[in-house]
């Protein structure tokens, strides 16, 4: 565990890549009463920011949090200091992905009755976002 | 009024009833959605950091094919995917000139991109369409679902006020059906995670209904496949009346006199034929 953030490498990729600097949030936890799923959260929403700030990378790499966030952009529509939460949960879910060898999640995970059923758009979000 | 019309996925399976019915009732509207030849699929969702640019290869050729015409969608993914990458290859040049170099094409950002519902509102304008109804929906209470990516993130989408949107009710109301507000009617259906956590996409989706019924709505529209998945296939059997869901257009096609339930009929009937002939 690190306590710091200083020269980590995926606060300065999200810093790059999505704009949004965890710093800049002064945990009002707006973004946790936005959000519609935190029932099944591990860490509520700014928690995870929080623990950008604190760096702590290996325990946001095991938190079921960022895989719970739908991208439904509800937070970033309520931060008074206009960050993209959604953004950042995107920056924590493709660390772990680039990471690790193969998918999170495929065609053989589901169950024919869902591949029957399941509109087009649904596959092909769930594999995109749990996917390389 | 002459647009390109991008269908995307599940216009062509799940949600064949939404082209269906939108084509149907554009056509009796004047509106000439044109479809665009040999396109692809969005992507579905679009990619949050930049350094994604293979995400952006579908949205951005599609984008370029609309050859500058006004390029309509009915999907609110389809949507929301085209404008947001519209947005960033007008804002980040690198990014553009990437994508564009390995597609070999030009193309900078340019075109008006649309959801249907824009089409009603900005351009035919919601009074005309109200004129043009032949079977108003007197006394049916319809409530307006918006979900997520129609309205978020509001600057770039730039569709209704995100907290407060009226497009919707505003189209209900031409329609001649009563309008029905519910609290929850700007919330996530769980998208996505009805896929990998369906239990997740049960609790939204119950609070969704729940707020319509309470509100009084016989009805619910939408604009998203994946939100009326959800809302029909999540939904918790409580033994009551279940709120019915419908796709906009459907209700559009209604209250234009036009036959979409014989409109779906045979687009099944065409779809089971296909599918027997394999």
């Known amino acids: ?132 | 009024m002459r647009y390109r019309y991008f269908p995307g996925c599940t216009l062509k399976g799940q949600a064949k009833n939404m082209e269906n019915t939108t084509m149907a009732a554009a056509s009796a509207l004047g509106i000439e959605l044109v479809e665009l030849e040999e396109w692809q699929c969005c992507g579905a969702v679009y990619p949050l950091y930049e350094d994604e640019l293979i995400s952006l290869l579908s949205p951005v050729r599609t984008l370029a094919a609309a050859e500058g015409e006004p390029l309509v969608s009915l999907c609110a993914a389809c949507h929301h995917v085209l404008k947001r990458a519209q947005e960033l290859m007008q804002r980040n040049e690198e990014a553009r000139d990437k994508v564009t170099d390995y597609l070999e094409i030009e193309y900078k950002g340019e075109g008006r991109v649309l959801h249907f519902l824009e089409v009603l509102r900005d351009d035919l304008g919601f009074d005309k369409l109200a004129e043009m109804i032949k079977k108003p929906l007197e006394g049916k209470k319809v409530a307006a679902y918006y979900g997520c990516l129609l309205l978020r993130p509001s600057k770039v989408m730039q569709f209704d006020d995100p907290e407060n949107p009226t497009i919707m009710e505003d189209f209900i109301k031409a329609l001649g059906a009563e309008v029905v507000k519910s609290p929850y009617r700007t919330e996530c259906c769980g998208a996505y995670l009805s896929v990998t956590e369906e239990g997740v996409a049960r609790d939204t989706v119950a609070k969704i209904l729940q707020s319509a019924r309470n509100a009084g709505a016989e009805a619910l529209i939408t604009a998203c496949p994946l939100c009326r998945y959800n809302l029909e296939n999540c939904a918790a059997d409580d033994g009551k009346e279940p709120v019915q869901v419908y796709y906009f257009s459907e209700l559009l096609a209604e209250a234009l006199g036009l036959q979409y339930k014989q409109l779906m009929a045979e687009a099944k009937e065409r779809r089971r034929v296909a599918s027997d002939s394999k």
């Open chain 1, 1 to 132: 565990m690190t306590a710091s953030n200083e020269g980590s490498r995926l606060i300065d990729e999200m810093k790059a890549q999505s704009g949004q600097d965890p710093a800049d949030c002064y945990q009002c936890a707006k973004c946790s009463a936005a959000c519609p799923v935190t029932a099944a959260m591990d860490l509520l929403p700014h928690q995870v920011i929080r623990y950008l700030q604190m760096g702590l990378e290996e325990e946001l790499s095991n938190s079921k949090t960022p895989w719970i966030c739908a991208s439904c952009f509800t937070c970033a529509a309520r931060c008074p200091r206009d960050l993209d939460l959604a953004r950042m949960m995107e920056g924590v879910r493709l660390t772990v992905l680039r990471k690790r060898e193969g998918n999170k999640f495929g065609p053989a995970d589901l169950t024919p009755e869902q591949l029957e059923k399941l509109p087009q758009q649904a596959l092909v979000s769930g594999f995109r976002k749990y996917n390389k």
